[in-house]
């Protein structure tokens, strides 16, 4: 999250950069605390779902005497309500942030954490750098807004339907994450195999229902780090997948 911020404030057409936090029923958590404390270091413009609303909505999910409640059924999103609620305050910070005269400079402060991942690039489907053996060439992959995986035509990732498919390619990195879809519902189920060789090293073997997150599966995307260094070096990586399910692609911060 903070690499993102670093790379929107280093952006050359200078955009202004404004934190939003989400209205779910987890608001206010460590999460958003987290992302509240940077948007803090880097005096950026922080727009509180949680704060702004929680007055408001408390527990009891409903913010006016209609009756209409602000959460949808899975108790933890916005509901069309929620959603309505969510962009007025947004809309009020925004204009609240014009009234103001925009930084004439701006020093980006030292990472609090790192900066390997300001350079994270995602190579899919069609990129010329990846060798592919064993995959559905007629399926591909991509992520919809809600987060979810589906199959259509155009660049995305990679689906198997079985037997082994293999990703390869060579380039400058420092750190790498294969990222997939989990979803425990539709048949999905294999194992990932992903090495780094060359000038850093790097391995990571990983069933694709029961990922490292603990997440119930609904079809998420989850990402596998197999490399994180902090000085890039050339490097062959290569992704084995066995199993039926999807990968999205690589990311690579060089």
């Known amino acids: 999250y903070e690499s993102m911020i670093r790379m929107a404030l280093k952006d050359p057409n200078q955009p202004a950069v404004v934190l939003a936090m989400s209205l779910t029923h987890y608001s206010g958590g460590g999460v958003e ?151 425990q519902y539709d048949g999905s189920n294999g194992t990932i195999n992903a090495t780094v060789s060359g000038g850093h090293t790097g391995s990571v073997s990983q069933n694709i229902v029961n990922n490292l997150k603990g997440e119930s599966g609904w079809g998420q995307v989850c990402a596998v780090p197999v490399l994180t260094e902090n000085t890039s070096a050339n490097c062959t990586i290569t992704v084995s997948f066995a199993g039926i399910g999807q990968l999205i692609g690589i990311a690579v911060a060089a």
């Open 33 to 183: 605390a987290y992302m509240t404390a940077l948007g803090q270091k880097y005096g950026l413009p922080v727009i509180s779902i949680h704060k702004g609303l929680n007055s408001i909505i408390g527990n009891s999910y409903s913010f006016d005497g209609s009756g209409a409640c602000w959460c949808s059924s899975d108790g933890l999103h916005p509901s069309l309500a929620g959603h309505k609620l969510y962009a007025k305050l947004i809309g009020y910070g925004v204009k609240t942030i014009l009234d103001k005269n925009a930084d004439s400079q701006m020093s980006i402060p030292t990472p609090t954490h790192s900066d390997r991942y300001e350079t994270m690039k995602l190579y899919q489907r069609g990129n010329s750098l990846i060798t592919v053996t064993g995959f559905d060439t007629n399926s591909q992959t991509f992520v919809s807004p809600t987060g979810k995986c589906h199959q259509v035509s155009g660049q995305g990732g990679w689906k198997l339907n079985g037997g082994t498919g293999t990703l390869t390619m060579t380039t400058n990195a420092k750190a790498v994450f294969v990222l997939y879809c989990a979803n």
